[in-house]
C-alpha cells in the first residue's frame, strides 16, 4: 500500500513537502508518481521518481514549482511545493507505475488535501 | 505532451444498459515492437483516489469486474461497460504511459438515467 501524509493548510508564498511512504513491495525498483486534482477537476500527472537512484522526470507545467525526492531505506517519497499559491489548492495524490509487466499506476495513495489560504 | 481526449463529458444509462466512453490520444500509442498499446482505464469515485481497471488497453486488473472491457488500438480506444451497475457511478479517465508525463483524459462522468 501507499500511505500519504495528512492535509495540511498553507498561506501563500509558503513551501510544504507531501509524504508517501510504501509498504508490501519492493519500493526502490518501482516508479513513483504524483497526480494532481484540482477542486471538481480531473487528474494531471505532474512527475514521476524513481526511488532507487532518485532520477527524476517533470511534466513541463510543474517543472520548476515542484521538486521530487525519495529516500529508499525508509520506502517513501516526497513531494515538495514552492512559493504556494491558491491554485494550487487541490488533492495530491502519489501512485505506483507498474513497471514493465502492468505500464499503469496500479497502486495510490488516499491523497493529501492541500489547501492554500490567507 | 500526449494530448488525451475523451467523449462524451458526461453519460446517463439505465442500469442493465450498455455504456460506452470513447478515448482519442494526439499520437499512437502502440509500441509495435512489443504489439501493446500504452493505453489505461481509471475509475475515480467520490472521495476516492483512481482505481485501475483496464492497462495495455484491453487487459483488466485483478479483481474488476468482466462487465468492464477496453478496446481499441493506436490512437482510438473505448471503455464498455455491458450492463451498467448503481456502483458504477464515477468519472472515468483514460492515460497514457507511452512517455512521461503519462498523460489523462480530461474524464467521463457516469450517471444512472
Known amino acids: 500500500q501507499l500511505v500519504q501524509s495528512g492535509a495540511v493548510l498553507k498561506k501563500p508564498g509558503e513551501s510544504l513537502q507531501i509524504s508517501c511512504k510504501g509498504s508490501?513491495?519492493?519500493?526502490?525498483?518501482?516508479?513513483i508518481a504524483w497526480v494532481r486534482q484540482m477542486p471538481g477537476k480531473g487528474l494531471e500527472s505532474m512527475a514521476l521518481i524513481y526511488p532507487r537512484d532518485s532520477t527524476s522526470t517533470y511534466s513541463p507545467s510543474f517543472q520548476g514549482q515542484v521538486t521530487l525526492s525519495a529516500d529508499k531505506s525508509l520506502n517513501t517519497a516526497y513531494l515538495q511545493l514552492i512559493s504556494l499559491e491558491a491554485s494550487d489548492t487541490g488533492i495530491y495524490y502519489c501512485a505506483r507505475r507498474g513497471g514493465s509487466e502492468k505500464e499503469a499506476f496500479d497502486l495510490w495513495g488516499q491523497g493529501t488535501m492541500v489547501t492554500v489560504s490567507s | 505532451d500526449i494530448v488525451m481526449t475523451q467523449s462524451p463529458d458526461s453519460l446517463a444509462v439505465s442500469l442493465g444498459e450498455r455504456a460506452t466512453i470513447s478515448c482519442k490520444s494526439s499520437?499512437?500509442?502502440?509500441?509495435?515492437?512489443?504489439?501493446?498499446?500504452?493505453l489505461g482505464w481509471y475509475q475515480q469515485k467520490p472521495g476516492q483516489p483512481p482505481k485501475l481497471l483496464i492497462y495495455w488497453a484491453s487487459t483488466r486488473e485483478s479483481g474488476v469486474p468482466d462487465r468492464f472491457s477496453g478496446s481499441g488500438s493506436g490512437t482510438d480506444f473505448s471503455l464498455t461497460i455491458s450492463s451498467l451497475q448503481a456502483e458504477d457511478v464515477a468519472v472515468y479517465y483514460c492515460q497514457q504511459c507511452y512517455s512521461a508525463p503519462f498523460t489523462f483524459g480530461q474524464g467521463t462522468r457516469l450517471e444512472i438515467k
Open positions: 508490501g513491495y519492493n519500493f526502490a525498483t518501482s516508479w
Open positions: 499520437q499512437s500509442l502502440l509500441y509495435t515492437s512489443q504489439n501493446r498499446n500504452y
